[in-house]
C-alpha cells in the first residue's frame, strides 16, 4: 500500500495516521475499524467472488465501501497495519460450534500484531460481536472489553482457545500463516451448503452505543442495552437500510440460496 491507500483506508474508518505504530495505536485502529466496516456476507448471497489478496480486500473495503467476513477483514486491516509499521502474523483458527467442537480448519483467520512499544496483541476485526479491543495476547488471565470478559488459555497441543464470558469462541494456531493459505476455508464457507455463511444472511456493525444488524429483512438496532427489531416488509426499505446503516449501496437485495 503506498501514501495514497493507506490515507485513503484510514478515511474509511475515520482514523488519524498514528504517529508510531504503539499499542495505543493499534486500539483506536482496531475500535475505528468495527465502527466503521461491517462484519457481511453479501458477496456469497449476491454471487460475488472473494479474491483473498491484499489488493482485492482493501479494494473491496477502502474503494467499494463494502464490509466481509472474517478472511476479507482481517486481512486487509493486516494490510493496513502492515504498511503503518505493526509487525503481522495471520492465525489460522477453528470456530466452535454449539457443541463446543470445533470446526474446519483455517476456519477463521487471527491476527497477531506486535508493536513498536512491546506490545503482543490477538486482534480480530473479522468475528462479528467479538472483543472491541485487542487482546494481551501472552496474557492468561481474564482480561476485561465493553464487549464482555475474555480470556485466552493454552490447550494441551500448544494451541490457544479463546473464550468470551467463559464460553471457548475458537481455537487460534500459533504458527504464522500466508493468505493464500486461507482459500480453502472461504472457498468453502463461500460454497458448503454445510456453512452456516451460506445459510444465514448478516450484516453487523458495532456502533457507539451498541450494535446494528440487518440480518435478511429484520433489522436489529441495540443501544445502551435497550435492544429495538423491525421487520422490514419490502425490497426497498432493505436497500435503504444497507445503505443508512452500514453505508452499503446495492442495485438488489440479497437473497440466501434457495430463497426467493
Not at 479474491?51 to 486491516?77: H, Q, W
Not at 485466552?152 to 493459505?181: F, S
Not at 451448503?193 to 435478511?216: A, E, K, N, Q, Y
Request: glycine fraction near 10%; charge should be negative.
Amino acid at each position: 500500500m503506498d501514501t495514497e491507500q493507506i490515507d485513503a483506508y484510514l478515511r474509511r474508518i475515520g482514523a488519524e495516521r498514528p504517529a508510531a505504530p504503539t499499542s495505543r495505536a493499534l486500539h483506536d485502529l482496531h475500535l475505528a475499524h468495527l465502527r466503521s466496516v461491517p462484519f457481511e456476507n453479501l458477496s456469497i448471497h449476491l454471487g460475488q467472488d472473494i479474491e483473498l489478496t491484499d489488493k482485492a480486500l482493501v479494494s473491496k473495503v477502502v474503494e467499494a465501501r463494502r464490509g466481509g467476513f472474517c478472511y476479507e477483514l482481517n486481512g486487509a486491516f493486516a494490510a493496513l497495519l502492515e504498511a503503518l509499521g505493526f509487525d503481522v502474523v495471520l492465525l489460522q483458527a477453528r470456530v466452535y460450534d454449539d457443541a463446543g467442537e470445533p470446526g474446519i480448519p483455517f476456519d477463521h483467520l487471527a491476527l497477531r500484531v506486535r508493536t513498536e512499544d512491546g506490545g503482543d496483541w490477538l486482534a480480530d476485526v473479522g468475528f462479528g460481536a467479538h472483543s472491541e479491543l485487542p487482546l494481551a495476547y501472552a496474557d492468561r488471565g481474564e482480561q476485561a472489553d465493553p464487549a464482555g470478559t475474555f480470556r485466552i488459555a493454552e490447550t494441551p497441543d500448544g494451541d490457544l482457545d479463546v473464550l468470551k464470558d467463559g464460553k471457548r469462541q475458537y481455537v487460534a494456531d500459533p504458527r504464522p500463516r500466508a493468505l493464500a493459505d486461507f482459500k480453502a476455508g472461504a472457498w468453502y464457507h463461500r460454497t458448503s451448503p454445510d456453512s452456516h455463511f451460506t445459510r444465514s444472511l448478516v450484516c453487523s456493525r458495532l456502533t457507539d452505543s451498541g450494535r446494528v444488524t440487518l440480518g435478511g429483512r429484520t433489522l436489529t438496532t441495540t443501544a445502551d442495552g435497550e435492544r429495538d427489531t423491525v421487520e422490514l416488509t419490502t425490497e426497498a426499505e432493505v436497500l435503504a437500510a444497507y445503505e443508512r446503516h452500514f453505508g452499503i449501496t446495492l442495485e438488489r437485495e440479497p437473497h440466501v440460496r434457495g430463497g426467493a
